[in-house]
């Protein structure tokens, strides 16, 4: 039966693959500290294990609702074994995706109804909710930057960019939907940038004891430079939008190295997007029930 939840929420481009790979390579490590682990390896290929999307009408929202609870139910005991009760669940697509984001233009779209889709009984004291948060400049390049490598062109020119620098959802706005989602929960949330200060504290917290992690090392999905960008843009738009094949990806991104980062923010918004995420940090701080680090 399950007691004890540490539900790692990511957000995207945290260093949340860097942290699941290790979990998931290092299970025995976990269970051994009664800890059983389910990550995107053990969720993402059920098929009945579907998230609502904003464009979703309400009675749709809540049948998949309902049945992604049941399913994320069933997972609990084969994680958890006989002897164990406490779980580590991490999968930052709960939250939404990078191309949701931009489709949208806007931080985790409809995550209310997304969280939605937990278990009811996963809302209790024993429930310890992780969150990594960054700056939205870099945030949101990094989340193109991912589309990109999946072969997939998102249009992020002079108008994009402008609707997401309007910020219609902002840290705190997902923060307070965890809230309110979860609120007999604890959570802590960290922030992207003191992650070589805070990240070891923290993932012990999730695994449930002394689990070292190396992360000073790089990225698992280290973001495409400026050139790469610009080469798959080019490669899209002669296959008419099309996704491109991944061994493509992978020679245009061979052939762009040393073109430099992949900065697509003009410096007046990046400083007003990071004057922004100063400010969500601090009020973030003020949050009740919210530990941030």
Excluded at 5 to 21: C, D, E, S, V
Excluded at 59 to 79: E, F, I, K
Excluded at 190 to 212: D, I, K, S
Aim: a neutral charge; glycine letters at 10%; proline letters at 6%.
């Amino acid at each position: 039966m399950l007691s004890t939840l540490a539900l790692h929420l990511g957000a995207h481009k945290t260093a949340t693959t860097t942290l699941q790979r290790a979990f998931d390579s290092r299970r025995r490590e976990l269970l051994r500290l009664g800890t059983g682990y389910l990550g995107p390896g053990d969720l993402r290929d059920e098929p009945d294990l579907v998230f609502p999307k904003p464009e979703m009408a309400p009675d749709r929202v809540a049948q998949v609702q309902g049945r992604t609870a049941r399913v994320l139910d069933t997972l609990v005991p084969a994680a958890l074994g006989a002897r164990r009760s406490r779980l580590l669940l991490s999968e930052e697509n709960i939250l939404g995706t990078p191309r949701l984001m931009l489709r949208h233009a806007a931080l985790y779209p409809g995550l209310t109804a997304r969280l939605g889709a937990l278990p009811a009984d996963w809302d209790m004291a024993g429930t310890h909710v992780f969150l990594s948060i960054r700056d939205y400049a870099g945030f949101f390049a990094s989340c193109h930057s991912t589309v990109a490598q999946q072969g997939v062109w998102v249009p992020f020119g002079a108008e994009e960019r402008a609707a997401l620098a309007r910020m219609p959802r902002r840290w705190p706005d997902v923060v307070a939907d965890i809230r309110a989602t979860l609120p007999a929960a604890r959570l802590t949330v960290w922030r992207y940038e003191e992650l070589h200060a805070t990240g070891q504290a923290v993932v012990e917290a999730m695994a449930g004891g002394p689990f070292e992690i190396d992360l000073a090392g790089p990225g698992a999905m280290g973001a495409l430079s400026a050139g790469a960008m610009a080469g798959i843009a080019a490669a899209s738009a002669a296959a008419g939008g099309a996704r491109l094949p991944g061994a493509q990806v992978r020679r245009i991104r061979q052939g762009t190295e040393g073109s430099g980062p992949y900065d697509p923010w003009e410096p007046e918004t990046r400083a007003a997007l990071s004057d922004l995420y100063a400010e969500d940090c601090a009020r973030i701080g003020r949050m009740d029930g919210v530990e941030l680090l």
